[in-house]
């Protein structure tokens, strides 16, 4: 783990929540200059506490409506069937989220499609093909509540 000090901490809050500011407008928010600014985000990338920068996108504005949380359990746990199932899922673009959990299931899947109908079709044509899948139980979003990826580093 990283040491970060308070500038640290409230540099990385000013990059998630507009990435696209430049150095100068960094620096002048920390009441610093640009040189100590740049040097503390190439550490906090080289250190990977900053993994990378990405554009968020909405959802609906490019036709994905519909977003499901599926819970998926295995027939069987063996290393082999864990991870097919973990290269099978990351190969399918709709599922946009996938966790390894403990409890009842065994993985839950973020999926966005465009409509019931994609969810149907991704479900028999592409996620029930996945060998040793014994169980899937699926909860459609019906409306986000927060949707909030800063972490606060304190």
Do not use: W
Request: aromatic share 6%.
């Amino acid at each position: 783990m990283a040491h970060l000090d308070k500038i640290d901490h409230q540099l990385i809050l000013l990059l998630q929540a507009d990435s696209s500011r430049t150095i100068k407008q960094l620096a002048a928010e920390l009441n610093l200059t640009s040189t100590p600014i740049y040097e503390r985000i190439k550490r906090l990338e080289k250190t990977g506490v900053i993994e990378g920068y990405r554009a968020e996108i909405n959802a609906a504005h490019v036709g994905k409506e519909l977003m499901v949380f599926s819970h998926v359990s295995l027939k069987e746990h063996s290393k082999e069937y864990l991870l097919n199932f973990e290269t099978k899922i990351a190969g399918l673009t709709e599922v946009i989220e996938c966790y390894h959990v403990s409890g009842e299931h065994d993985y839950l899947l973020k999926v966005l499609v465009a409509n019931m109908k994609g969810y149907r079709e991704f479900l028999t044509e592409k996620l029930a093909k996945i060998k040793n899948i014994g169980n899937v139980h699926s909860s459609f979003v019906v409306e986000e509540i927060k949707k909030d990826r800063i972490i606060d580093p304190s």
